[in-house]
């Protein structure tokens, strides 16, 4: 019988087995390597980064926070232009168990290139990352060594300098937050304001990457405002007037004492702008002090160009509750009312570039990590571009957080 070809179907099976008798003889493709100088890669740091951080490691960690660890390798240690992968080992004891993690990018080193480790600082691409699984990040102490780096495709590579540091995690409380959208007539064209989703969920995000915090307990309404536009500079009182009361009967009716409330105003695309405010600046804890302020599309307002200012013009509200005060920048145009303030022109950092700031992301919202250059990016609580927090905020808020966590913790039944 034969097959449709006219061939004969014993026939047509044999000369197809017959092309697949025999294994190929194609060989991997041989690459050469670059490697290492005979000294080996040289490690010329580990940091442990949050949302701010220096090389020495120096900010506090929060314990349950996304968290990212870098490795700077020295560019002459390698011969030749030069891909590099890596690994790290995670133990929160010298004989305990190791959690392994690779890196999440390449590295390329060019012995020929000159940049710093002060410049490396401010550039993602220019160092091994790491993100940390969330049950490294526990309370207590983690040993973080390099395990292997490896060039693309090759071997392990020879190690010099330091492979290993320790990181202590610190219990910090969440931050828990009521945000209300005041929903606002216009008396001159009829219409009403409300804010858009997206508004709350960047104040959200943003609170949950920069704060001192290892959550944010979050909650959100719309409600009727107590105010009409067009707005004069009592409105946001009005608001926070509002707001307020809105708290206390919240608070009476059993909701967390210690959850701060800020209230959204939509700026009608920039024709309504209510300027934030909050109540007070309180010298001790004191949760109940509420603030409010204005959201829309940026537009470069501040150096932002995305879909939302009310992230970090929220934050900066949101930190006169926890009893931050301004630095004074730019000069001239706010009040210098934080004489503690560490760093010139609101910066993150001095000209020693000693911190540098870190934006883990946000998968959802398709923000990128970022590392943020401390003397291109400014304190949440100036007025200035770019804004980020610093050293002095991050501490500054953890340490109220853990007050008001202690002194306003509800009452056991």
């Given at each position: 019988m034969k097959n449709k070809r006219g061939m004969p179907r014993n026939e047509a099976a044999t000369r197809v087995d017959h092309a697949y008798a025999t294994a190929p003889r194609r060989r991997p493709q041989q690459i050469e390597?670059?490697?290492?100088?005979?000294?080996?890669?040289?490690?010329?740091?580990?940091?442990?980064?949050?949302?701010?951080?220096?090389?020495?490691?120096s900010v506090t960690l929060i314990a349950d926070k996304a968290t990212l660890v870098r490795v700077y390798i020295?560019?002459?240690?390698?011969?030749?232009?030069?891909?590099?992968r890596g690994e790290i080992t995670l133990r929160t004891?010298?004989?305990g168990p190791a959690t392994y993690v690779p890196a999440i990018n390449e590295l390329d080193l060019d012995p020929v290139d000159g940049t710093t480790l002060v410049d490396k600082r401010d550039t993602m691409a220019a160092s091994l990352n790491f993100r940390l699984p969330a049950s490294s990040t526990r309370a207590g102490k983690l040993m973080v060594e390099i395990n292997r780096v490896t060039q693309k495709g090759g071997e392990d590579q020879p190690l010099t300098g330091t492979r290993m540091t320790s990181a202590t995690f610190v219990s910090a409380a969440p931050?828990?937050?009521r945000c209300l959208g005041l929903r606002y007539r216009d008396g001159a064209t009829g219409k009403t304001h409300t804010p858009d989703a997206?508004?709350?969920?960047?104040?959200?995000?943003?609170?949950?990457?920069?704060?001192?915090?290892?959550?944010?307990?979050?909650?959100?309404?719309?409600?009727?405002?107590d105010f009409s536009a067009p707005f004069s500079d009592d409105t946001v009182v009005q608001a926070n007037m509002q707001i307020a009361a809105i708290r206390?009967?919240?608070?009476?009716?059993?909701?967390?004492?210690?959850?701060h409330y800020f209230g959204l105003v939509d700026d009608a695309n920039g024709a309504n702008f209510m300027r934030g405010r909050a109540m007070g600046i309180p010298a001790m804890p004191q949760p109940d002090t509420v603030a409010s302020g204005p959201c829309g599309v940026p537009n470069g307002f501040a150096g932002d160009n995305d879909l939302s200012y009310a992230d970090w013009y929220g934050a900066h509200e949101l930190g006169h509750t926890f009893g931050r005060?301004?630095?004074?920048?730019?000069?001239?145009?706010?009040?210098?009312?934080?004489?503690?303030?560490?760093?010139?022109?609101g910066q993150l950092s001095n000209a020693d570039r000693k911190?540098?700031?870190?934006?883990?992301?946000?998968?959802v919202l398709g923000m990128p990590l970022q590392a943020l250059s401390g003397t291109d990016h400014h304190d949440v609580m100036t007025y200035a571009d770019q804004q980020w927090i610093c050293a002095h905020t991050f501490e500054a808020i953890r340490i109220r957080l853990k007050e008001e966590d202690e002194q306003f913790a509800p009452a056991i039944a």
């Amino acid at each position: 019988m034969k097959n449709k070809r006219g061939m004969p179907r014993n026939e047509a099976a044999t000369r197809v087995d017959h092309a697949y008798a025999t294994a190929p003889r194609r060989r991997p493709q041989q690459i050469e390597f670059a490697g290492a100088t005979p000294a080996g890669l040289a490690i010329q740091g580990i940091e442990v980064c949050q949302a701010i951080q220096s090389v020495e490691n120096s900010v506090t960690l929060i314990a349950d926070k996304a968290t990212l660890v870098r490795v700077y390798i020295n560019q002459a240690s390698v011969r030749s232009a030069t891909k590099l992968r890596g690994e790290i080992t995670l133990r929160t004891s010298e004989q305990g168990p190791a959690t392994y993690v690779p890196a999440i990018n390449e590295l390329d080193l060019d012995p020929v290139d000159g940049t710093t480790l002060v410049d490396k600082r401010d550039t993602m691409a220019a160092s091994l990352n790491f993100r940390l699984p969330a049950s490294s990040t526990r309370a207590g102490k983690l040993m973080v060594e390099i395990n292997r780096v490896t060039q693309k495709g090759g071997e392990d590579q020879p190690l010099t300098g330091t492979r290993m540091t320790s990181a202590t995690f610190v219990s910090a409380a969440p931050l828990r937050i009521r945000c209300l959208g005041l929903r606002y007539r216009d008396g001159a064209t009829g219409k009403t304001h409300t804010p858009d989703a997206v508004h709350f969920t960047y104040l959200r995000s943003y609170l949950e990457r920069a704060y001192p915090v290892p959550s944010v307990i979050w909650s959100q309404v719309v409600v009727d405002a107590d105010f009409s536009a067009p707005f004069s500079d009592d409105t946001v009182v009005q608001a926070n007037m509002q707001i307020a009361a809105i708290r206390s009967s919240d608070v009476n009716s059993g909701v967390d004492p210690r959850t701060h409330y800020f209230g959204l105003v939509d700026d009608a695309n920039g024709a309504n702008f209510m300027r934030g405010r909050a109540m007070g600046i309180p010298a001790m804890p004191q949760p109940d002090t509420v603030a409010s302020g204005p959201c829309g599309v940026p537009n470069g307002f501040a150096g932002d160009n995305d879909l939302s200012y009310a992230d970090w013009y929220g934050a900066h509200e949101l930190g006169h509750t926890f009893g931050r005060y301004h630095p004074g920048f730019p000069a001239g145009q706010q009040d210098a009312s934080d004489p503690a303030f560490p760093y010139q022109n609101g910066q993150l950092s001095n000209a020693d570039r000693k911190y540098v700031g870190y934006d883990l992301g946000d998968g959802v919202l398709g923000m990128p990590l970022q590392a943020l250059s401390g003397t291109d990016h400014h304190d949440v609580m100036t007025y200035a571009d770019q804004q980020w927090i610093c050293a002095h905020t991050f501490e500054a808020i953890r340490i109220r957080l853990k007050e008001e966590d202690e002194q306003f913790a509800p009452a056991i039944a």
